[in-house]
């Protein structure tokens, strides 16, 4: 599903934030990246997405070489991938409902399946009833939930979620990771980046650590 | 499409006020633009009205013999370009001015004991768009023929209109690609101001996966709008001051171009103004849409 192959990257030429990093994550599986603040995992994340592209290697998603898709084909990618992010990244000036479902509009879905994946969406992250609510009436808990619910809306095969536990607390941040467990039993493959040990551990998935920029263990 | 014309509205709502400079701009432009091409379109059909009126008149000697007049009859007619000729005696022409000058406060021209007009030939040339070339060729035989005095066609007044023309059509290019390329510069400002205030926006429709169309249309759709709306609204002020014109000076028209309309902007004109409106609407877009690309914004 997910391949690298020595991959390295450098910011400016000169700092190094991947050292010839190789790994694979097979379909359907939750894998763990963790590491230290500073280690690289958002970056490694972001070459997962095409929000950054690397200096070396190669990363294949599906079997497909990303680093060769153009530009203006980059939106093939992102729509086999749902991305969750620390700061939610919601439309302030749209609803709970319209946010989930704005991720099916710019994808051209028709106005009826709209509605009933966004409410379905809605449903297995128990946020039905704040439908009408506009994200900053939202506890930070509630609005990673909102975030997973559109990332998970338009059935992705992967969801990269980049340290998505990061502002909530513990009670919250095992609700929210069950969601994610929940997708993965739907057959959906999870790369989960936390520095949140205890959470790690609570869990019996691989991790792939960083440090660095190096791959210590995976 | 759909989604896209609701997204166009939602941007001019969200920028409503520069929407509205925007527009504002362009009618001003195009009001500009719009009076320029009245004028010209006026002053072209006088030049053409002028142009197809022109007679060359072959003014003869006092000492004309019927001989020489045979001979010159006989020219004129062997020309086929010339449709009519019409003999006017001095003692027609003397009544005529007469007639024409003559007042109760002056009687200068009744005390006159002479008839000072000559005889003369009044040539009708058939229409064709070398006419006046024509004119000018004929013109340039006839007076060397003998019994000829002197021959009259405006050709000054002519050649200088002709020449003012072509200025003011070079003068009209000008401005209208200056006011063009002012209103690029004015609408791909708007549109760069509409893609900042959803940037957000749009920084997460490339992560969710938007292709770059979905995202550049309506944006394009807005800068068209624009165009759009600018230029209708100014050719209808341009419209409204032709109307109210015409209404208002119908008599000094009248007195100044006998048997002229104050024209309006021709049809295809008109349209081909929309069309421009539309064009520089989209080109505006463009250029702040390939800006805001290039900055890495939507990457």
Redesign the interface.
Known sequence: MIQLFNVTKTYGGVTPALIDVTFSVKKGEFVFLTGPSGAGKTTLLKIL?R?EKFDRGQVLVHGKNIGKIP??K???L??EIG?VFQDY?L?ARKSVFENVS??Q????ADRKRIRFKTWEALKNVGLTHKKDAFPPQLSGGEQQRVAIA?ALV?SPKIILADEPTGNLDPEISLEVLNLFEHARKKGVTIVFATHDQDMIRSRNHRVIVIKRGELVER | ML?SVSTTISNIKSNRQVFLVSITTITIAFSILGLFLVIFVNLNSFLTTWNQQVQLIVYLEDTVTANQRQVLEQVISQNLDIESMTFIPKEAAWAKFKNTFSSKKSSFVDDLKFNPLPSSYSLKFKPSEDRILKVRKFADVIKKKDGVESVEFGEKWLVAFEKFMVFIRIFILAIGALLALGLIFIISNTIKLSFYSRQ??IE?????????K?IVIPFLIEGMLQGLLGSILGLSVVKCLHIYISVQFKGSFDSIARGLDFQFITIPLIFSLLMAGIFIGWLGSLISIRQFLSLGHT?
Request: aromatic fraction near 14%.
């Open positions: 997405f929000t530009d203006r980059l939106y093939t992102r729509r991305f990244k439309l704005f991720a509009e710019v994808v051209g559109r338009n | 989604n957000d926006e997460l429709m490339l992560l969710i996966g938007a292709t770059p979905f990457r």
